[in-house]
């Protein structure tokens, strides 16, 4: 089972700085990474696909790079609106798991 | 507009069992794997298992491998959970999903004698 480590647990950022967060598997996985938005109350929003993919409607301050076992999401200019919870999870291998969650709050 | 919506959500005591509904509509159910992602209170999301578009194959999480069974009936365009011998561990919400695509709106199960 490949083990996805996110970091940091969470984060507190002013609007219009720069927000990344990590994460790390324990096995190659290629490009096989996703990317969540949960606000609260709600389901998880894919943001971000396999191959570091946009999702259609997805504002383009959101953004991912990595391949193999280390992986970095970034939104660019943070706004108010993207206050929640950021979860990456891996594609590459049953079980499909995730990371424990980046919380962003919008001082 | 793509719609999930899960059913069956309940208090379950301890060794029981509970049969969780998806009803998709909005596009072609019987095109698409689909998977049941579950969420437990203040915690992360558990990938459970998925089910290919003629329910001929299925994986599993190890946490409930041997416990639940994920099918569909694709002529009524439904994704099912079976869920036996429950835990107070599976207390979650449990979201049907599009490969992580479209996510329904979730089923509470509390697991508590």
């Known amino acids: 089972e490949t083990t996805v480590t996110q970091s940091p647990a969470s984060l507190s950022m002013a609007v219009g700085e720069k927000v990344s967060i990590s994460c790390k598997t324990s096995t190659d996985i290629d490009d096989d990474m996703n990317w969540y938005q949960q606000k609260s109350g709600e389901a998880p929003k894919l943001l971000i696909s396999e191959g570091n993919t946009l999702r259609p409607g997805v504002p383009s301050r959101f953004s991912s790079s990595g391949y193999g076992t280390d992986f970095v999401f970034t939104i660019n200019n943070v706004l108010l609106g993207d206050e929640g919870i950021y979860y990456c999870q891996q594609s590459d291998n049953v079980p499909f798991t995730f990371g424990s969650g980046t919380k962003l709050e919008i001082k | ?113």
Do not use: H
């Open chain 2, 1 to 113: 507009e793509v719609q999930l919506v899960e059913s069956g959500g309940s208090l379950v005591q301890p060794g029981g069992s509970l049969k969780l509904s998806c009803v998709a509509s909005g596009f072609t159910f019987s095109n698409y794997w689909m998977d049941w992602v579950r969420q437990t209170p203040g915690k992360s999301l558990e990938w459970i298992g998925e089910i290919n578009t003629d329910g001929s194959k299925t994986n599993y999480a190890p946490s409930i491998k041997d416990r639940f069974t994920i099918s569909r009936d694709n002529a009524k365009s439904t994704l099912y959970l079976q869920m036996s011998n429950v835990k107070s561990d599976d207390t979650a919400i449990y979201y049907c999903t599009t490969e992580g695509i479209d996510w329904g709106q979730g089923v509470m199960v509390t697991v508590s004698s």
